[in-house]
């Protein structure tokens, strides 16, 4: 059976640990071979056979969580992460509210406050119990629910630490104000720390939240490109707005100036210019005439074009995308493995920390000081709370592989985000990599002076569109524009030499009288079996063409050489840029072709590629790039060819350039959107980067609460501090992952 992706967006998390239930919990249906949830997302990926999204959230829900099938193929009607920080802001404004009398309380503890004035009414256990139970158990309830399920499943999460040192506080607080015969109202409760360390606590939820939305606005932005709408054409006269959704294959719509493409298609009348800078990233808008393909969500810039549907929904250019971004974002960096490990024992180990703290507090270094015993304690429990660890590693690769789609470049995997930067070989296909992968007219020389240019090049121009071979074609759209003051001769007995070049009968008018030629266009031994004579430095300057890789042909009329024409396909316009700042991070430039070696070694001589395998099968490519892996290298093939795709897959690092085959697209790791290698440099800046931005989170990550608890556990730090603090730490680390959407990269226009 054919094995499925489904994506589903959760809510209710609060922790990485919670990541974990969720993953324990889709992960017992039948059919999921593989669950990666990603926290800073909030988004699961589910990966088995005959996938039933109804079971599927049912068992998020029974895990008690939330969850909803993500639909790829159109924007979400509900931000579940907008809705999650207006949740998170009107619970932290009523918290507030309900937690400033209770905090103004504190004032009469310290002597640095001594003779600020606090009202008798707020000293009241009667009040303060008012005050903070609303904020224990109704703000404070997603904690003890959160604890509840991961407790059940058999885990312990940020939850668990939160609502027992909060509940520690709460019926502390309770006992010493109705049961303690010795405590006297200025001696002060428990009831603020409560309930500042959840107002706290929730503070910083709700920044999280916003941290997380601003994350994910690539892909928002992307799904917002396509319209809602879409003018569906009934019949010649008269058109109906439907919603794109409706659409079938096989429409036509009709899209104005300045409207955008509502889905993929083809253009069938009309011409315009798309901006398609949304996709590729390159700034000109691209000339669309009938005949061409666009792509929903570009924009339509100058003129009136009608569109035949030819992807709907899941399958369009941009759904594609979306999914590959939010898939890369939800896969596990192998990095992150360490992070899960600490997570999954951390909770356990800090309630025995905890308990610890307790212990020696009361029995050795303050005996019988239950106050100060408690505090130390709670402070440990809150400021343990693993979220910034939880969070390190997913916002970093969420925030680097939506800059990455920015730029043009789709990583399918985290785990080739991590490591596209370690590579050190880059093997390239030649053709419609390194070039444009379509050949073009590059010389016309004129070796005779009876005919005029114009001439030969309309006797060019009508042989040659007798044939449909890709070199006479680039002849053709080459001699064009030359041929507007000719006229075009007639073509009779036209025939194509096999391995030569072409014999034709031309018919030419000189006023009213009508002429014939005999034409030759084709190699030198052609022309030679015909009886032309070639002179020596006619023959040295064809060979002089040929060394610098491209093809020529000779042009002979009535057995007289008259020209020479040679066809190459160019290199890319930024192929040598892009390669010099390659070579100048110290990578093997390798070129793999089925081309001949003469050809190749021209283009690797202008590129400065280091070394050159010529003439190899398509069914050879992956053998070499085994060879060269087998010699310890960590290499990255770049095709754009069906041919490409073995040795695709077999490389450390494919890379396909989105300008190549479905099948080298799909085989491939990475997919680069623009015909432009620059992106392949970009591709691997972002790798560096976003590692270097992991590894800066996860240090912060261990080193806060390495540091953090002993400074607990030693009393010199207040429970409503550690809240505090711990809230900061994990809204510190997104910020520092959100440095990366901001990152500028080279030859970036």
């Not at 932290?92 to 008798?120: K, N, Q, R």
């Not at 609502?163 to 009831?191: E, K, R, V």
Request: one cysteine or more.
């Amino acid at each position: 059976m054919k094995q499925q992706t489904m994506q589903l967006q959760l809510s209710g998390m609060s922790c990485a640990g919670c990541a974990k239930s969720i993953e324990r919990a889709l992960s017992e249906v039948n059919g999921v071979d593989e669950v990666h949830v990603n926290f800073a997302t909030e988004i699961a990926a589910v990966k088995g056979t005959e996938l039933d999204g109804q079971k599927l959230t049912a068992a998020v829900k029974a895990a008690g969580y939330d969850a909803q099938a993500i639909d790829h193929s159109q924007p979400a009607t509900s931000d579940p992460q907008a809705q999650a920080q207006q949740r998170q802001l009107v619970k932290f404004i009523i918290a507030a509210l309900l937690s400033l009398p209770l905090l103004y309380t504190m004032f009469g503890h310290f002597s640095w406050t001594e003779g600020v004035p606090v009202p008798d009414l707020l000293m009241s256990p009667w009040l303060q119990l008012m005050l903070a139970t609303p904020v224990q158990f109704v703000i404070g309830w997603q904690f003890y629910r959160g604890s509840y399920h991961a407790l059940r499943g058999g885990a312990a999460n940020m939850d668990v630490l939160v609502a027992l040192g909060t509940s520690a506080a709460y019926f502390y607080s309770i006992y010493l104000a109705w049961f303690d015969d010795t405590f006297q109202p200025h001696d002060g409760l428990y009831f603020e720390t409560s309930a500042v360390l959840i107002t706290l606590i929730v503070l910083g939820k709700w920044f999280e939240a916003r941290a997380k939305g601003r994350s994910s606005n690539a892909i928002r932005q992307l799904l917002e490109l396509q319209p809602a709408k879409a003018l569906l054409e009934q019949d010649a006269d008269s058109t109906k707005q439907v919603a794109v959704a409706d659409l079938q294959v096989g429409d036509i719509v009709h899209v104005q100036p300045g409207q955008n493409v509502p889905v993929d298609g083809e253009v069938i009348s009309g011409s315009s210019a798309i901006d398609e800078s949304m996709l590729t990233g390159e700034s000109m808008p691209v000339s669309k005439s009938a005949g061409d393909k666009v792509i929903g969500g570009t924009l339509n810039t100058t003129g009136f074009i009608r569109v035949q549907v030819k992807q709907t929904g899941a399958d369009t250019a941009l759904a594609k995308i979306v999914k590959v971004v939010e898939q890369a974002q939800t896969s596990k960096a192998p990095i992150q493995r360490l992070a899960d490990k600490v997570a999954g024992i951390f909770v356990p180990v800090v309630l025995v920390i905890a308990l610890l703290t307790c212990l020696i507090w009361f029995f050795l270094l303050a005996p019988g000081d239950w106050r100060q015993a408690f505090e130390s304690t709670v402070a440990v429990l809150v400021i343990a709370c693993p979220c910034a660890l939880g969070l390190a590693t997913p916002t970093s690769i969420m925030a680097g592989s939506g800059r990455a789609a920015q730029a043009g470049v789709l990583f399918k995997q985290s785990a080739v985000l991590e490591m596209t930067h370690t590579i050190d070989t880059i093997v390239f296909d030649k053709t419609g990599t390194l070039t444009e992968g379509k050949p073009k007219l590059t010389d016309f020389e004129l070796l005779s002076e009876t005919l005029s240019k114009s001439a030969i090049a309309g006797l060019l121009l009508a042989v040659e569109k007798q044939s449909a071979h890709p070199l006479a074609q680039a002849i053709v759209r080459g001699t064009e524009s030359l041929t507007e003051s000719a006229t075009t001769p007639k073509v009779k007995e036209f025939s194509a030499l096999h391995g030569k070049g072409v014999s034709a009968t031309i018919i030419g008018v000189d006023g009213d009288v009508e002429h014939t030629q005999h034409a030759l266009i084709g190699t030198l031994r052609l022309l030679k079996e015909h009886d032309t004579v070639i002179s020596p430095a006619a023959e040295q300057r064809f060979q002089e063409l040929q060394q610098q890789g491209k093809t020529v042909m000779a042009v002979a009329v009535n057995q007289q050489l008259v020209a020479y024409v040679a066809v190459a396909d160019t290199l890319r316009e930024t192929s040598k840029n892009a390669l010099q700042l390659l070579r100048q991070r110290g990578l093997k430039l390798i070129m793999l072709t089925g081309d001949n070696r003469q050809t190749a070694q021209a283009i690797a001589e202008q590129l400065g590629i280091d070394e050159v395998i010529a003439e190899v099968l398509p069914e050879d490519k992956a053998r070499q790039i085994k060879q060269l892996q087998a010699e310890g290298k960590c290499v990255a093939m770049v095709g754009d060819g069906v041919n490409d795709a073995p040795a695709l897959a077999v490389a450390d690092v494919g890379v396909a350039m989105g300008s190549g085959t479905d099948v080298a697209i799909e085989t491939a790791d990475i997919a680069l959107l623009r015909a432009d290698l620059q992106t392949l440099v970009h591709a691997i800046e972002m790798s560096e980067l976003t590692l270097r931005n992991i590894r800066q989170n996860l240090f912060w990550a261990f080193a806060y609460n390495t540091l953090g608890i002993p400074i607990a556990a030693a009393g010199l730090l207040a429970p409503w501090l550690a809240g505090g603090a711990m809230a900061l730490s994990s809204v510190s680390v997104v910020l520092n992952a959100l440095r990366l959407q901001r990152v500028k990269l080279s030859s970036v226009q």
